[in-house]
């Protein structure tokens, strides 16, 4: 063997050498960082303070993203993602049908983790209540649903009879 191969298997040695070590270092890196969290516990309450275009964050399975500076960049437009904050938006996320990849850059916008925690509210207390014209529809009082069939009746009959019996016609015999 030359010097210079000497020379260049020693090199590619010390090369391997510091790529192990480099990975190695790195790895490590990887186990402290799992180890120690860095993520703060966010409530709803102040989740709901961020809801302008300024300063925006929404709550998707379990964890707050702070999607400010994304608001131009959406593709949906920067309202669809107003229009989700102050509360749970994961099933809001999961309805549209988001790409992997959409879904792997929402992790670099974390802040910290949902109070909540990771499941998604299946309805809000507020959208279970009837509104008042649904439970006027759904009355249980039966009087109230007969009115509901027969006052548009009434009120046709009396739009056919109630001219005839006020203006009657002259007849001349």
């Not at 510091?18 to 120690?36: C, F, N, S």
């Not at 707050?64 to 309202?79: A, K, R, S, Y």
Request: proline fraction near 6%; charge should be negative.
């Amino acid at each position: 063997m030359t010097d210079v191969d000497s020379d260049l298997g020693q090199e590619m040695r010390e090369k391997a050498a510091g790529l192990r070590a480099k990975e190695a270092q790195e790895k490590t890196q990887g186990v402290v960082a799992k180890a120690v969290p860095t993520s703060r516990l966010i409530s709803l309450e102040e989740c709901k303070q961020h809801v302008r275009e300024e300063d925006c964050w929404l709550v998707i399975h379990g964890k707050v993203h702070d999607v400010t500076q994304f608001l131009d960049e959406h593709p949906g437009g920067f309202d669809i993602l107003i229009s989700s904050t102050g509360k749970d938006a994961s099933e809001d996320f999961d309805e549209i049908g988001h790409s992997k990849a959409a879904k792997d850059m929402l992790a670099k916008y974390i802040i910290g983790d949902y109070e909540g925690g990771d499941a998604a509210p299946s309805k809000p207390a507020q959208a279970l209540k009837a509104t008042p014209a649904q439970s006027q529809t759904q009355s249980p009082n039966p009087l109230v649903k007969v009115f509901q069939i027969f006052l548009p009746v009434l009120v046709i009959l009396a739009a056919i009879y109630l001219p005839r019996i006020l203006f009657p016609s002259k007849q001349s015999s």
